[in-house]
Each structure stands twice: as structure tokens, then as C-alpha cells.
């Protein structure tokens, strides 16, 4: 089946720098790959996905890269802010949705 | 909660009671899912259902119920099999087509 690896578990920045986290998948037919946000005690919210016809999506600070060779697609996150604090989730919806383990990710003023 | 509801936002089980969290949503989505979310720990999907009257296990389904008679509906039921219940549960729908999910607020399940 379907296995997606998500690196780091967890990650320090100072306020101001970029951020960057990093999934593997394994089945080469997945052609969306979305991230998702999750404060805590919340509920996750997606942020930014991208299809497989594009290689880099952005919008304002975060932007999604794929490499569909290698199999694996990366949030980046610029000019971090305090607010961008959260646990955050990749997902491979081919054949079922799939999430990876998370990232824990401090923002230190 | 954009579309999505659940309900309610705190449950309190008690040893062997079955509770049953309910999970609505308006968004005309035919997909619905059940997750279930330990502290600190990722997302396992619980039961999912792709359209009216029909709903597959996913990876933790042992000791969970659900049913899917109305496409706006998809209640989940904690039975008493269910030997560790407490846990986040959350209710997501996606529309065919567009694999995005939408998420409910999320139901805080304590045994008691």
C-alpha cells in the first residue's frame, strides 16, 4: 500500500526564517499532494496543494515543490511569523488518503 | 466550522457505554471520513464513505460503527469493544473530483 514519510518531526526557526518540510511517497500513480495546518486543539486546515501537471505552487509566504521522479514534495515557509506555530500535515490521497506522521514546527521570537 | 459540523465538542464515556458522535455537513461533498487523533500523534483514518449507503474500514476501524443513510450524514459510534476510546475524532468531506479536504471542529472523546 500507500506509504508517506514526513521529515523533521519536529522544527525550530527563528522568527524571520524559512522553514521547510519534506514528504516521500511511494505510489507513483498520486497525482495531488496537499499540506495541512493544524493549531493546536484545533482542527487541520488545508493550506496549499498542488497537482502533478505543475512542479511549484506559492501563495504569499508558502509555496509546495514536487519532484514526481523522486517521489517526494516539500512545504516551504518564508519570513516565518510566531503564527505559523502549528503541527503540519502532508497527505497522498492515492488510492485512499494518507497522511504523514506531522511536523511540530516553533517559530522563536 | 465551514460547512462541516460535529457534534458534540466534549463526550464523556462511561465503561462499556456505546456514544455516538455526529458529523453533518452542507457542502454537498459525496466523501465522508472519520479520523482519530491521539495526543501529539498524526491522523488514522477510521471509516470512510464514498457515497450514500456504503462506508469502508479504514486502518483502525475495530471497535467503531458507522452509517451512511443521507449524503449530509455520518455518524460514528464508539462501542463498548472499543477498549481505549479517548482520543480527538475528527470528521473531514471532500467533493468528487477534488481531493481537499474539509474538516469539522473536532469531537474530545474521554472515558470516565
Known amino acids: 500500500g500507500e506509504n508517506v514519510e514526513q521529515h523533521p518531526s519536529t522544527l525550530s526557526v527563528q522568527e524571520g526564517d524559512s522553514a521547510v518540510i519534506k514528504c516521500t511517497y511511494s505510489d507513483s500513480a498520486s497525482n495531488y499532494f496537499p499540506w495541512y495546518k493544524q493549531e493546536l486543539g484545533k482542527r487541520p486546515q488545508l493550506i496549499i496543494d498542488i497537482r502533478s501537471n505543475v512542479g511549484e505552487k506559492k501563495d504569499q509566504r508558502i509555496a509546495v515543490t514536487l519532484n514526481k521522479t523522486a517521489k517526494h514534495f516539500s512545504l516551504h515557509i518564508t519570513e516565518t511569523q510566531p503564527e505559523d506555530s502549528a503541527v503540519y500535515f502532508c497527505a497522498v490521497p492515492t488510492p485512499r488518503y494518507i497522511f504523514g506522521t506531522g511536523t511540530r514546527l516553533k517559530v522563536l521570537a | 466550522d465551514g460547512g462541516i459540523t460535529q457534534s458534540p465538542k466534549y463526550l464523556f464515556r462511561k465503561e462499556g457505554q456505546n456514544v455516538t458522535l455526529s458529523c453533518e455537513q452542507n457542502l454537498n461533498h459525496d466523501a465522508m471520513y472519520w479520523y482519530r487523533q491521539d495526543p501529539g500523534q498524526g491522523l488514522r483514518l477510521i471509516y470512510y464513505?464514498?457515497?450514500?449507503?456504503?462506508?469502508q474500514k479504514g486502518d483502525i476501524a475495530e471497535g467503531y460503527s458507522v452509517s451512511r443513510e443521507k449524503k449530509e450524514s455520518f455518524p460514528l459510534t464508539v462501542t463498548s469493544a472499543q477498549k481505549n476510546p479517548t482520543a480527538f475524532y475528527l470528521c473531514?468531506?471532500?467533493?468528487?473530483?477534488?481531493?481537499?479536504?474539509?474538516f469539522g471542529s473536532g469531537t474530545r472523546l474521554t472515558v470516565v
Open positions: 464513505s464514498q457515497i450514500v449507503n456504503d462506508f
Open positions: 473531514a468531506s471532500s467533493a468528487t473530483g477534488r481531493y481537499g479536504y474539509t
